[in-house]
């Protein structure tokens, strides 16, 4: 009696990778140096509960080190220089985050990190626009087509009008941009942003050290309210900036946005919490699933079966207590599990990835199991190089 064939893609198997595929968010923070991305991306994981307490890069002395700066060069100098990953779950969203180096010292990690998202979170300092290393950082994704949302950061200090940051944006990267929210007032007169979508005023309020989630209040803008608690001078410019982009301003449009020719623009101050969290639920919502990726084999999709990925990073000492070599991989495709035989198509050897870990900053965690959009790493005695394509089989 003939063997029956091997049972290749059921459709329980294939429904549970295209579900799982479909969770992921995988996206990188890009800015120039001191423009806050470091303290962006702490706040962001303290909204999204994957840490307790968010230490800024200048905090006080007692503070612990930012999550993604874990390098003890990055400890010393207060700046990101490897790119962290940093993996949690939101809103049923599988996340991974790219904490990429600001400086400019450290570039070319950035660019390698870049490759391995699907889009982007650009920061710009509210007082000074779009700076060099962030007009470097913008080229290389528009090279590769990334998505990106702006975060324009540090409006409750001194700013530059909104109206003349959102023609900076577009005169000097040559995009789109289409608010999404607006502030009411900067530097001592910031009282929040105002929801253009939703049609919604977030007030925040400052707390001690900003260490924690501030708490926040919503009303309608005609509510009589609301100019008594923004003030008259400061009510009054806000309306006046506020018509200008209902009647001239870009329109946001998501499919523009995801064809990498308009940027949502959000205002806000990672610092003191203003403006996170609507930030936070807008990237969830908006970011992309993982797309079909250009290989050597031509076009690959996330969910095709046969697992495929690429080495973006190796770090050598991540864990003092081994002097191991990590292989950072993109997974662009399959159902990844752990004793999988991985070919390597630079050398055309095979090896058996017996150790597969997960990443949160230096920490790291064995897994069984990844998916296409995951970042995985891979122990590396030697094996892997910076750019080389894995996928499975021998």
């Given at each position: 009696?003939?063997?029956?064939?091997?049972?290749?893609?059921?459709p329980?198997?294939?429904?549970e990778?295209?579900?799982?595929?479909?969770?992921?968010?995988?996206f990188?923070?890009?800015?120039?140096?001191d423009?806050?991305k470091t303290?962006?991306t702490?706040k962001?994981?303290?909204?999204a509960?994957?840490i307790?307490?968010?230490g800024?890069?200048?905090?006080?002395?007692?503070?612990?080190h930012?999550t993604?700066?874990w390098?003890e060069l990055?400890?010393?100098?207060?700046?990101s220089?490897?790119?962290?990953?940093?993996e949690?779950?939101?809103?049923?969203?599988?996340?991974?985050?790219?904490d990429?180096p600001g400086?400019?010292?450290?570039s070319e990690?950035?660019?390698?990190?870049?490759?391995?998202?699907?889009?982007?979170?650009?920061?710009?300092?509210?007082?000074?626009?779009?700076?060099?290393?962030t007009?470097?950082?913008?080229?290389?994704c528009?090279?590769?087509?990334?998505p990106?949302?702006?975060?324009v950061n540090k409006?409750?200090?001194?700013?530059r009008d909104?109206?003349?940051?959102?023609?900076d944006?577009e005169?000097?990267?040559?995009?789109?941009?289409?608010?999404v929210?607006?502030?009411?007032?900067s530097?001592a007169s910031f009282?929040?942003?105002?929801?253009l979508?939703h049609?919604?005023?977030?007030?925040?309020?400052?707390?001690?050290?900003?260490q924690h989630?501030a708490?926040?209040?919503?009303?309608?803008?005609?509510d009589?309210?609301?100019r008594?608690?923004?003030?008259?001078?400061?009510y009054?410019h806000?309306?006046?900036?506020?018509d200008?982009?209902?009647?001239?301003?870009?329109?946001?449009d998501?499919d523009?946005?995801?064809a990498g020719?308009?940027?949502?623009?959000?205002?806000?101050?990672?610092l003191?919490n203003?403006?996170?969290?609507?930030?936070l639920?807008?990237?969830?919502?908006?970011?992309?699933?993982?797309?079909?990726?250009?290989?050597?084999?031509g076009?690959v999709?996330?969910?095709?079966?046969?697992?495929t990925?690429?080495?973006?990073?190796?770090?050598a000492n991540?864990?003092p207590r081994?002097r191991d070599?990590v292989?950072?991989?993109?997974?662009?495709?399959?159902?990844f599990?752990k004793?999988?035989?991985?070919?390597?198509?630079?050398?055309?050897?095979?090896?058996?990835?017996?150790?597969?870990?997960?990443?949160?900053?230096?920490?790291?965690?064995t897994?069984?199991v990844?998916?296409a959009?995951?970042?995985?790493g891979?122990?590396?005695?030697?094996?892997?190089?910076?750019?080389?394509?894995?996928?499975?089989?021998?």
């Amino acid at each position: 009696m003939p063997a029956e064939p091997e049972n290749r893609g059921t459709p329980s198997t294939s429904d549970e990778l295209e579900r799982e595929v479909s969770r992921r968010r995988t996206f990188a923070i890009i800015s120039h140096p001191d423009a806050g991305k470091t303290t962006l991306t702490e706040k962001l994981l303290l909204y999204a509960g994957a840490i307790e307490l968010a230490g800024a890069v200048r905090g006080r002395a007692a503070r612990r080190h930012a999550t993604s700066d874990w390098m003890e060069l990055e400890q010393q100098r207060g700046i990101s220089i490897t790119s962290a990953a940093l993996e949690f779950e939101l809103q049923g969203r599988r996340v991974s985050l790219l904490d990429t180096p600001g400086h400019m010292d450290f570039s070319e990690d950035t660019y390698r990190a870049l490759i391995a998202a699907d889009s982007v979170v650009m920061v710009i300092d509210a007082a000074n626009g779009v700076e060099d290393q962030t007009r470097k950082l913008f080229e290389v994704c528009r090279r590769h087509r990334l998505p990106i949302l702006t975060f324009v950061n540090k409006f409750d200090r001194p700013a530059r009008d909104p109206l003349a940051l959102l023609d900076d944006v577009e005169r000097t990267l040559g995009i789109a941009a289409a608010p999404v929210n607006w502030p009411i007032g900067s530097a001592a007169s910031f009282r929040g942003v105002y929801d253009l979508r939703h049609q919604t005023l977030h007030r925040y309020e400052r707390e001690a050290q900003g260490q924690h989630r501030a708490p926040e209040t919503l009303s309608s803008l005609d509510d009589p309210e609301a100019r008594e608690l923004l003030g008259e001078n400061v009510y009054a410019h806000f309306r006046e900036s506020l018509d200008v982009i209902i009647h001239a301003g870009t329109s946001f449009d998501v499919d523009e946005y995801r064809a990498g020719r308009q940027t949502p623009v959000f205002f806000g101050s990672a610092l003191t919490n203003f403006g996170l969290e609507p930030f936070l639920q807008a990237l969830v919502e908006l970011a992309p699933a993982p797309p079909p990726r250009l290989s050597d084999d031509g076009v690959v999709a996330p969910t095709d079966e046969r697992v495929t990925g690429f080495v973006f990073k190796i770090q050598a000492n991540m864990d003092p207590r081994h002097r191991d070599r990590v292989a950072f991989v993109r997974l662009c495709s399959g159902r990844f599990t752990k004793d999988m035989v991985l070919s390597n198509s630079r050398v055309g050897k095979a090896l058996r990835a017996s150790r597969a870990y997960r990443f949160f900053g230096r920490d790291r965690e064995t897994i069984s199991v990844a998916y296409a959009g995951d970042i995985i790493g891979l122990v590396n005695p030697g094996h892997f190089a910076i750019g080389d394509t894995l996928h499975a089989g021998a």
